[in-house]
């Protein structure tokens, strides 16, 4: 037990670093405590700063900030799908296509594309998650929806490209190729995802939507008992992905039935807990929705991303993903019921995805899991180490999932 | 009361961020590249501290600023300083670094030993002091992540309580506990 509290270190401290006091002079001032301060203050004197002459090698300083600058450029050419595939030759149009918001332009470059490599774009429509077009069949994906002139033409297309990816799903499957159903059924959820998102932000600017709510609703019934049917007969490997889609879909479907049958919005985000709110998802200036959507939206690229085992892009979304979290439980209060509710599910989520990557990919996910451990109180307690022999940073309990069966 | 000439250098010159940082979260490279300007130091020498060579500290510094740019819309709401956001991916990032199970790094000799400076401020204070300090370094990298980012925040990076709370998102009363039962822990530890 310490004879120091806090309030007194925290004190004794103040007193020390604005030099109001010698150590001398403080433990003398606090005999009872004398021993046990002195050590403390000893330690605190023992921890110093580096000196201001330890920085940066200039020359390094130098070709991080250019390694940055480009870094950031090729990002923004990789997210633009197509503008990044093609680099220079469509770069100027694309950015003045994403300055100006000219659906000519696009359309120009769309002719353009498929007057050059017609036969090309032909074959990617068959090609399947993995193929050597698919990368071709998502840039076209991603110039029309460029063309998309409102968020309903938006919906209207995500939903026309979710349908998409559940054909690619059936096909997937039948082909014994795993890898691939998965994928598209990551990407369905991502559609299904825009959609609702479209639909509400058309909503909240005094768009008539009913119509789209239906279609969505028709649309994802069907898709439910198309994703059955595949189900039964999917390679191992893509089970746990269609099923996910399904069961999100299923949210999806009763938020939209919700939406067409009662006060629109609200209800369907109490029962869902998904609430959808008005924004824009594509990677654009304006950015993703905030709030609760983010982190969801947020977590499906994490779980999506982690699929792929790329641990660099991995690293970097859960790096986006933990700020996410924190400004969730700014809003809603840490301590909130619905606050540990979304982190419960979050970290399900995340063990799920942890136990089936490979090693680099389950150490980027590590610090997500870590935080949303701190925010489930079952999970935050403090249990046995669990021996792993990692160095570094120790923590009180094992880090998350490793060992679980 | 040479202590309190040496940890009195608290605070670091007021740089009107905002605009820079507004201007990044829309999407201005440029603007981002100048935030770079202003905090690479910064970053590099809490990094420094952690791991220990300057090639980690390195790449883990150009690290923490592309994480940041990836992330930069996100920091909008959260209503903490800017640079003590990048310490927190910074942190993020030395976690991982030593998760790649990679042993705690002594300094590196020649910075320590150098007479231009040496790398501690005063060399003979550190002769004549109890503890020593790269022991003590050691052992603040066997604290819980939370408890070292606190001893970092106050100790080194010498931020007052309001700021590590805010970054943090706690109160400041529970940041005092945590610096206290921090330095209960390095005191167990160094005495090991």
């Known amino acids: 037990m310490s004879k120091v509290s806090p309030e007194l270190l925290a004190r004794c401290l103040e007193e020390l670093e604005s030099g109001r006091a010698t150590l001398e002079e403080i433990v003398a001032a606090h005999p009872a405590e004398a021993e046990e301060l002195r050590d403390l203050l000893e330690l605190r004197l023992a921890i110093v ?21 480009e870094a950031i450029a090729a990002e923004r050419d990789r997210r633009r799908g197509l503008w990044g595939l093609f680099g220079p030759w469509v770069r100027m149009p694309a950015l003045a296509f994403a300055r100006l918001g000219a659906p000519l332009i696009a359309g120009l470059l769309l002719a353009f594309l498929v007057a050059a490599g017609g036969g090309v774009a032909y074959a990617a429509q068959d090609s399947l998650p993995g193929d050597a077009l698919y990368g071709v069949k998502n840039a076209l994906e991603q110039v029309q929806m460029a063309l998309a002139a409102s968020d309903e033409a938006r919906a209207e297309l995500h939903m026309a490209l979710a349908a998409k990816r559940v054909e690619e799903v059936q096909r997937a499957a039948a082909a014994g190729r795993g890898d691939a159903a998965r994928a598209a059924a990551e990407g369905f959820l991502s559609h299904v995802g825009q959609v609702e998102t479209y639909v ?35 390679p191992d490997s893509a089970k746990d992905a269609i099923q996910h ?48 959507a983010d982190l969801q939206a947020l977590l499906q690229d994490l779980v999506a991303t982690a699929r792929g085992g790329n641990a ?32 419960r599910g979050a970290y399900n989520r995340l063990e799920q995805a942890y136990e089936r990557a490979s090693g680099p990919v389950q150490e980027a996910l590590l610090p997500a899991l870590t935080a949303l451990e701190e925010c489930v109180p079952e999970r935050a307690a403090p249990v046995p180490r669990d021996g792993s022999s990692l160095p570094g940073p120790p923590s009180d309990r094992p880090t998350p999932p490793r060992g679980r069966p | 009361m040479e202590e309190a000439v040496e940890l009195g250098q608290r605070g670091h ?15 201005d490279a440029q603007a981002f590249a100048q935030l770079y300007d202003l905090y690479v130091t910064r970053v590099y020498r809490h ?22 740019w990836r992330a930069i819309r996100s920091y909008r709401r959260t209503e903490v300083p800017f640079v003590a956001w990048l310490l927190t991916i910074a942190s993020n990032a030395v976690i991982s670094f030593y998760r790649k199970n990679r042993p705690t790094q002594p300094l590196e000799q020649d910075v320590r030993s150098s007479s231009a400076g040496g790398l501690w401020a005063d060399p003979e204070g550190e002769a004549l002091a109890r503890f020593d300090r790269e022991e003590v370094r050691r052992a603040i990298l066997k604290l819980r992540p939370e408890q070292q980012q606190v001893v970092l925040m ?19 009363g529970n940041v005092r506990v945590i610096l206290h039962r921090a330095l209960l822990q390095l005191r167990q530890l160094v005495a090991r």
């Open chain 1, 312 to 343: 660099e892009q991995v690293s970097s979304l859960v790096t986006e993903f933990l700020a996410a979290l924190e400004n969730e439980g700014a809003v809603l209060g840490k301590s909130s019921a619905s606050f540990t509710e979304h982190c």
């Open chain 1, 49 to 69: 700063p580096l000196p201001a002459e330890l920085e940066p090698d200039p020359a390094f300083r130098a070709s991080a900030r250019v390694a940055l600058l």
């Open chain 2, 154 to 172: 106050r100790f080194i990076e010498q931020m007052e309580y309001p700021e590590i709370a805010a970054a943090l998102g706690k109160s400041e």
């Open chain 2, 13 to 27: 010159a007021p740089v009107d961020e905002g605009p820079l940082v507004e201007a990044a979260i829309a999407g």
């Open chain 1, 200 to 234: 509400g932000s058309a909503s909240a600017s005094g768009k008539d939507v009913e119509a789209l709510r239906e279609r969505l609703q028709a649309n994802l019934e069907r898709q439910q008992a198309v994703l059955a049917e595949v189900l039964e007969k999917a």
């Open chain 2, 47 to 68: 990094i420094y501290y952690r791991v220990g060579r300057k090639e980690d500290a390195e790449d883990l510094t150009q690290q923490v600023f592309l994480q940041a």
């Open chain 1, 245 to 292: 889609a399904m069961e999100m879909s299923q949210k999806g479907l009763k938020r939209a039935q919700q939406a067409v049958q009662g006060p629109a919005g609200a209800d369907a985000a109490g029962q869902g807990g998904q609430q959808v709110e008005p924004g824009r998802p594509e990677d654009t200036p304006g950015g993703r929705p905030e709030g609760r």
